[in-house]
């Protein structure tokens, strides 16, 4: 199975993940502490979201919402600090909220909230096997989860989050079919997923701050790097986390402000290391875009510095990570590129 292939099916649950939140009813209590969690996750205060998210497994240690929240936290802070060093603790979350969510499934007339979250249980871990060069178990995740959600929309078709992905799945898909799009079964639904994202922001429970981060991947893929800004500085205002930051960086790259996007790698750099739990694979890309931005502003020895901080991981770090590109082959490309030119 190509690369190319395995992406369509994975970015429906790669962005769907977080739909399970909006759909389980949750005594006030619970309700209480998950807000409190998601919060406090949002602003990038791990430990006490996780310490939050404990708590909900022990109030209802059957109920598999909990664990589906601590699997989450994890695979937000694999994503958002580029790093693998939680997989463990993800994996256990995530396996036992499937199986929790199974229990559920196999009682009398499940609700769609149970299917909804049984299958983005099973998307998450998919997408983390994914991501791990585990293709054949990534795509049998894809298949279970994608039977759960369609289980799920016939029972209630009116939970708006659930546009979320589902609108994510219509942009991508479309994106990456282009050389199909005259067949009638096939065509252009990017405009549909991209309203359906919209949906989600002002109709879901909790998929406001997700479906923005959504709109700011298909931005990028527009090239509208206006909104891919107005976006990120929403978002930044709003909770300041570091996450829209990432995108605020590609935007800045991408209309040429290399004074500004070294402003704001560094500042990247900065916040990535207040974090004990951070990846050196952050770190790269950082440099990598430093050393970038160096070299088209002419600064040929600072660029250096940088990309010859990159080369010595080379073969030492993870880099085949979903929607992650090979910084460190980039930067040998560009280490080459100054030295037949200066």
């Known amino acids: 199975m190509s690369f190319r292939i395995v992406k369509i099916i994975f970015i429906f649950y790669l962005i769907n993940k977080i739909n399970v939140f909006a759909a389980l009813t949750l005594s006030p209590e619970m309700e209480r502490i998950f807000l409190d969690g998601l919060n406090r996750l949002f602003r990038d205060d791990f430990v006490g979201a996780m310490g939050k998210f404990d708590s909900l497994c022990v109030i209802e240690p059957e109920n598999p919402f909990g664990y589906f929240c601590k699997a989450f936290s994890y695979d937000l802070i ?30 009398e007339n499940p609700s769609a909230e149970v299917y909804l979250f049984s299958g983005g249980a099973i998307g998450i871990r998919g997408v983390r096997r994914a991501m791990v060069g585990n293709w054949w178990g990534a795509f049998m995740d894809a298949l279970k989860a994608a039977d759960k959600v369609e289980n799920c929309l016939k029972i209630d078709p009116t939970l708006y989050d659930a546009y979320y992905g589902l609108g994510t799945y219509h942009y991508w898909k479309s994106v990456k079919s282009k050389i199909f799009w005259w067949l009638p079964f096939v065509g252009d639904e990017r405009k549909k997923g991209v309203d359906e994202v919209k949906i989600s922001i002002e109709k879901g429970k909790f998929t406001e701050i997700p479906g923005k981060l959504c709109l700011l991947r298909i931005y990028i893929e527009e090239k509208d790097f206006n909104e891919v800004l107005r976006i990120a500085d929403e978002l930044i205002r709003r909770n300041n986390n570091l996450h829209p930051l990432w995108f605020k960086g590609y935007g800045y790259i991408y209309i040429e402000e290399w004074e500004k996007a070294i402003d704001l790698y560094n500042e990247i750099l900065q916040r990535l290391r207040e974090k004990d739990f951070y990846g050196i694979e952050g770190e790269i890309e950082c440099w990598y875009y430093l050393a970038l931005c160096n070299y088209k502003l002419g600064k040929i020895e600072d660029a250096k510095k940088y990309l010859n901080m990159i080369l010595p991981y080379k073969g030492k770090v993870e880099t085949k990570i979903y929607f992650y590109e090979n910084y460190i082959n980039s930067a040998e490309k560009l280490l080459e590129k100054i030295s037949r030119t200066n």
């Open 78 to 107: 694999m994503d958002e600090y580029r790093n693998l060093k939680f997989m463990d603790e993800f994996d256990e979350a995530a396996s036992t909220a499937i199986k929790k969510a199974e229990i559920l499934e196999k009682k």
